[in-house]
Each structure stands twice: as structure tokens, then as C-alpha cells.
């Protein structure tokens, strides 16, 4: 495999709620059961017939019998205990009716009060468990009646507010982002002294929307607006708006300004926006009422703001592209606050808030790690500091070491080591010799990153991995660039060809090439970066319609085709140069094959001294 550009493969979590009900509930059972079945044990006394017993205690064979009511309980002479029952008719009389022999056996008549403690036992067999069982029902009834309500109450806003000093977030716990802090002061200003901007006559804004890609930032920012302002945060999500029941999106829109209003000045943050206000009418079918009328209601209600509500709505979006346009007009979210993925400097400042609360050892070199993530964002970066923390507590040190920082990075970057995947030595071989493919021709190849690290230890997905690591933060990549890229990508395949064979290339490219035909694909169809249709980009709408993906384009077939074609140019163009390479460098393709055998992950210097002889084959070169 060939490392895509710095693509973290972590995820949020999210917590779970809910359960304590559930747990309590199971408890209850528990208790209900344990007592039901020390009280229901099976009575151990043996029935026998009156008659019977008669004869027997005449006989001589019982100590004792004990009369309660019209129980008996009879206890043998060479027992203890009672250990037979049985029963009298309550009219007659043991003695006269039954003719029990009385000089043969103890009787001795209990009261009836006492004949009640039938009763207790009848209350603790009986009762007791009904009790239980109706605590039970009560419990799961009230738990049922919980989403009841929840199901009656689905028109009114899930917005949570925040507002407690402990959670308080303010534009100190924000590393870098500085112009948006600044234009985000100018809304904490509005918020905090509105009278000073009213009084010129100055309009105060209603929608800010802040957008950048996930992780950097969005939410964060705007809690922290309103910790700087000490005002109350609604917080939702628009996939909360269009949950389970149509018409609901209205009703809470409606319902959260309501609460906005009474709560004033305060803000409203709707993340991810563009989950119900995508631009309208797009696709077909009616899939797309509900959103509307969402969207619909938030224009309307942030329409009726009358001068002096002071309640500013900020929203969050990845993707402003597929705002519907009416968002954006004036008097709604005209100011824009764009959030870009932190450069160098703002890495490691975010790196160092994020492990100002993790001991941390002296010698970890923050700047290096902040040099090797470009492209990744504040939440990367979050996520890379939480695993080398995790790497340190679960060795039981006290201090996270650079070894931790690093393996935190590579794991957050191209997923965890997998070193149990067992691979026969032949399969370790074609992997070496994949890998070592990617390596030669991404360092001779003169504008391709330089090689970071190489490893046969299978990680996430992978066999191994060829890693590149641009020297510096790029902004702008060139065609002659993207064409080593794709050299590269090609080159793990390449090797395989050229040492075994064209027909015995393994699915271990299995990975590289979608990745090569989606850069060559957006060379084309987004850069303009083909050859006949050099200049020229060509729009391809991407929609929902009824559960299914829809690509409009408004190009017509010739130019779909002549697309294609360009791309297969790009391929076969990469995978030649690639094969020339490794064909002039064949040496130190099989140098490099064997220190991965060896060793199995060989770093950046090394890989530069065994790949010291390598040349540039003219047939290869682009210019
Ligand atoms: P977004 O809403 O843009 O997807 P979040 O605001 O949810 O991103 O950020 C996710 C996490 O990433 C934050 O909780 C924080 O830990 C971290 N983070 C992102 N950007 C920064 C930053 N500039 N400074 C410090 N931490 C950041
Ligand atoms: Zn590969
Ligand atoms: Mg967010």
C-alpha cells in the first residue's frame, strides 16, 4: 500500500445513555427473584393421611404432634424436628372422634392467633412477589412512557443548553484559528454591548456561519463564543431536526427560537446545517419536504427577529457548497467565518493545549510531529495525543516518552500494527518486494514526497506500508507532481510484475489502484489537469433521490468518453514511468526487499542509504 495523504482513521464516540433504567430495572429482578425462591422452597414435611397418623402415634412411633387449627405437624420419636403433616376435620376432636391414644403422644393445641403466622407465610409466598413483580411493572411502564412522551413531545426542540461554568469553553482552550477568533469577537461584542452598536444605528447580525472541514474546530468556536459573551448556548444538530416524524423539523425549529427569545441574549448553534439546508428542489419525489419545510422555518423565524432580540444564530457546515442560496442572503447567515485545517506553527500549538494536561516528557519533539501531520485537523491531532496518553498508562508509566507521541501518530495515521496476521514467507517476500516498489520509485521520481518510512508489518487494512511525508506544508500541487504521485502509487504493483511476472500480480495492489484512478479522475474532471481537455473542469451534481445516489453531469456522452480516456492516459502513462524505474534500479529494489525482510520497518534514513545508488532513467522523465 502507498499512504494516501494524511487521512486519520479515528472516530468519534459517542456516549451512550439510557442504561441506568435498564441496569436498575435488572436489579430489582434480581432481589424479586432470589427472595421468591427462599421463600416458595417446597414445604419438606410428608403429607400422610389422618388415619394413618392415628394409628401410628398409637402405635408409639410419635414424640409430639402439634394441632394448629386443622394443621398438623407431627414429629417422630427419634427426630428433632416436625417432619410430617397432615390435616383434621375442624369439627371433630383428635381424641374422640379420631381416637387418638393422648398417653402415647404430646399434643399440644396452638392458638389461632398463632394459626395467622399461615397467613405470614401465606404474605411472603404470595404477596411478596406480587409486590415485586408490580414494582417491576411500575418501573418498566414508567421507562415505556418515557419514549411515550418522547413520541408526543417529538414537536418540541431536543436543543440542550449550555451555560455552567464547568464546561465553559472560551477562545484560550482554541489553539491558532486566529482571524476567525477575531471575527468572532466582533459577534461577542454584539452580544455582551448591544446598546453601543444600536445606538449608531448599527444593524446587529443574525446568522453567522462558520465553515470548515470536520475537526477543526466549528463547534468548539462557537461554544466558546458564548463563554466569552457569559451568554446561555442551544446547541442541535440538524439531522435532529429531520428525525423520525415528518413535520417535526418545523415544530422544533419554532419551538427553539422560542426558548432562544426567552433566554436573551443568547446564541442558537445549529451544527452541521447542511443536513436540512441543502439548496431545495433539487432531485424528485417528495423526500425532500421535510427538509424544506425545516429550512423554511428557520428563514421564517430568523426573518421575525424584531430589532432588539439579540439572539445570534451561528451555524456549522463541511460543506457551504450545497447551502440552498436563501441561507445566505442578507438578513440571515451573510457573515461567513471560515475555519481552514491548521498550518505547521498552529499544529503544534494545538499540540501543546491538548497535551498541556498530559505529562509529558521533556525531550518529545512537538515541532517534528507538528512538521509530519500537515493536512490533519485539531480533533486529529486531539486524537493523536489521547493514544499516546493511552500508550503510557498502559505500560503503567507516568510520563508519555517520544517512542508513545510516535506510535500514537502512525497509529491515528494508517491504523494500529496488526503484528498477529500471520503471512508465509512467500507472501512476506511479495509484500518486501511491493512495498520496496513504491519506495524506489517514489524517491527517484524528483517530485514525489520524500520516503518517511517502510514497513511489511500488516496495519489497518494493509500488508504494509510506503510512507511519504511532504517536506513542508503544500497548498498547490502541480500536474508534474500528481504524475509521480501516481507513479508511485503504481509502483508497489509494478514490482510485482516486473520480479514475478505480469500474470502473477496479487490483489496486494488492492488498495493503490482505486486510490491512483481517483486522483487521475480528479485531474481530470476537477483540475483540468488532462491532456485534450486541459483547462476545462466538467460539474457533476451529486444529490440524494429517494435512497439512492444520483451524479447529474452536464456533459454529454463524447465528453464522458474523451474523460475516460484521459484518465486511462494517466494510468498507463504512470504505471510505464514506474516500470522503467524499477527496471534501472532493480539492485536496489531487491537492497531495500531485503533489509524488509530482515527487519521489517525500515525508517528514513536508512531507506536513503540503501537507496543511494538508484538513478533516474531518462525514459522516465518528464522534463
Ligand atoms: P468541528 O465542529 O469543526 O467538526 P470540533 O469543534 O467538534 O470540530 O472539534 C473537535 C475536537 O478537536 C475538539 O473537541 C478539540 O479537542 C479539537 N480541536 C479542534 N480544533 C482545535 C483547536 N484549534 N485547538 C484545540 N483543539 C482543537
Ligand atoms: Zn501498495
Ligand atoms: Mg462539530
Known amino acids: 500500500m502507498d499512504n494516501k495523504p494524511f487521512k486519520p482513521t479515528g472516530k468519534n464516540s459517542k456516549r451512550r445513555k439510557g442504561l441506568k433504567n435498564f441496569g436498575f430495572i435488572a436489579i430489582l429482578l434480581l432481589i424479586g427473584a432470589v427472595i421468591y425462591a427462599g421463600y416458595n422452597q417446597p414445604s419438606t414435611l410428608k403429607n400422610v393421611a389422618l388415619s394413618q397418623v392415628v394409628q401410628d402415634a398409637n402405635a408409639g412411633k410419635y414424640s409430639k404432634i402439634v394441632v394448629s387449627g386443622t394443621d398438623l405437624q407431627i414429629t417422630e420419636k427419634n427426630q428433632d424436628k416436625a417432619t410430617i403433616s397432615s390435616q383434621k376435620d375442624p369439627n371433630e376432636s383428635l381424641v374422640k372422634d379420631d381416637g387418638l391414644d393422648q398417653s402415647k403422644v404430646v399434643v399440644e393445641y396452638k392458638k389461632a392467633s398463632e394459626a395467622g403466622s399461615l397467613w405470614a407465610n401465606a404474605a411472603v409466598t404470595i404477596i411478596l412477589p406480587i409486590i415485586l413483580f408490580g414494582a417491576l411493572f411500575f418501573f418498566v411502564l414508567r421507562g415505556a412512557q418515557g419514549q411515550g412522551n418522547q413520541a408526543m413531545s417529538f414537536g418540541k426542540s431536543k436543543a440542550r443548553l449550555y451555560g455552567n461554568e464547568k464546561d465553559k469553553v472560551t477562545f484560550k482552550d482554541i489553539a491558532g484559528s486566529d482571524e476567525a477568533k477575531q471575527d468572532l469577537q466582533e459577534v461577542v461584542e454584539f452580544l455582551k454591548f448591544p446598546k453601543k452598536f444600536e445606538s449608531v444605528g448599527a444593524k446587529i447580525p443574525k446568522g453567522v456561519l462558520l465553515v470548515g472541514p470536520p475537526g477543526t474546530g466549528k463547534t468548539m468556536l462557537a461554544r466558546a463564543v458564548a463563554g466569552e459573551a457569559n451568554t446561555p448556548f442551544f446547541s442541535i444538530s440538524g439531522s435532529e431536526f429531520v428525525e423520525m416524524f415528518v413535520g417535526v423539523g418545523a415544530s422544533r425549529v419554532r419551538d427553539l427560537f422560542a426558548k ?86 498552529d499544529r503544534e500549538a494545538i499540540l501543546k493545549i491538548h ?61 494500529p500494527e496488526r503484528k498477529s496476521k500471520i503471512m508465509s514467507d512467500k507472501e512476506k517476500e511479495m509484500t518486501a518486494f511491493h512495498e520496496a516498489g513504491h519506495a524506489v520509485v517514489g524517491h527517484v521520481l524528483p517530485d514525489s ?65 482505486p486510490s491512483a484512478a481517483a486522483l487521475a479522475r480528479d485531474m481530470v474532471v476537477n483540475q483540468g489537469m488532462g491532456k485534450k481537455l486541459r483547462n476545462q473542469v466538467f460539474h457533476v451534481e451529486e444529490g440524494m433521490m429517494i435512497e439512492r445516489m444520483v451524479h447529474e453531469r452536464d456533459y454529454s456522452d463524447e465528453t464522458a468518453k474523451v474523460i475516460d480516456d484521459e484518465v486511462e492516459a494517466l494510468i498507463s502513462e504512470a504505471a510505464t514511468r514506474a516500470r522503467e524505474v524499477i527496471k534501472a534500479n532493480l539492485k536496489s529494489l531487491k537492497a531495500l526487499k531485503d533489509a524488509l525482510l530482515e527487519k521489517e520497518t525500515v525508517e528514513a534514513d536508512e531507506v536513503l542509504s540503501i537507496l543511494k545508488e538508484t538513478h533516474m532513467p531518462k525514459a522516465a522523465a518528464l522534463y
Not at 433539487?282 to 423554511?296: A, V
Not at 486524537?383 to 491515528?412: G, M, Y
Request: proline share 4%; with cysteine; glycine share 10%.
Open 260 to 345: 432562544a427569545k426567552k433566554n436573551s441574549p443568547c446564541i442558537i448553534f445549529v451544527d452541521e446545517i447542511d443536513a436540512v439546508g441543502r439548496r431545495r428542489g433539487s432531485g424528485m419525489g417528495g423526500g425532500h419536504d421535510e427538509r424544506e419545510q425545516t429550512l423554511n422555518q428557520i428563514l421564517v423565524e430568523m426573518d421575525g427577529f424584531e430589532q432588539g432580540t439579540n439572539v445570534i444564530v451561528l451555524a456549522a457546515t463541511n460543506r457551504s457548497d450545497v447551502l440552498d442560496p436563501a441561507l445566505l442572503r442578507p438578513g440571515r447567515f451573510d457573515r461567513r467565518v471560515n475555519i481552514g485545517l491548521p498550518d505547521r506553527k
Open 355 to 415: 497535551f498541556a494536561k498530559k505529562p509529558l516528557a521533556k525531550n518529545v519533539d512537538l515541532d517534528a510531529l507538528a512538521a509530519k501531520t500537515a493536512g490533519s485537523s485539531g480533533a486529529d491531532l486531539g486524537n493523536i495525543t489521547n493514544e499516546a496518553a493511552i500508550l503510557a498508562a498502559r505500560e503503567n508509566r507516568h510520563e508519555i516518552s517520544q517512542a508513545d507521541v510516535t506510535s500514537a501518530f502512525e497509529k491515528v495515521a494508517i491504523g
Open 449 to 513: 514526497d520524500p520516503i518517511h518510512k517502510v514497513t511489511i508489518i500488516p496495519r489497518g487494512g494493509t500488508g504494509g506500508v510506503t510512507w511519504s511525508i511532504p517536506a513542508e506544508d503544500k497548498s498547490y500541487h502541480s500536474i508534474i507532481e500528481f504524475k509521480d504521485v501516481l507513479a508511485r502509487m503504481l509502483g508497489g504493483r509494478i514490482a510485482e510484475e516486473v520480479i514475478y511476472g505480469p500474470e502473477r500480480v496479487t490483489t496486494g495492489a488492492g488498495s493503490d489502484l
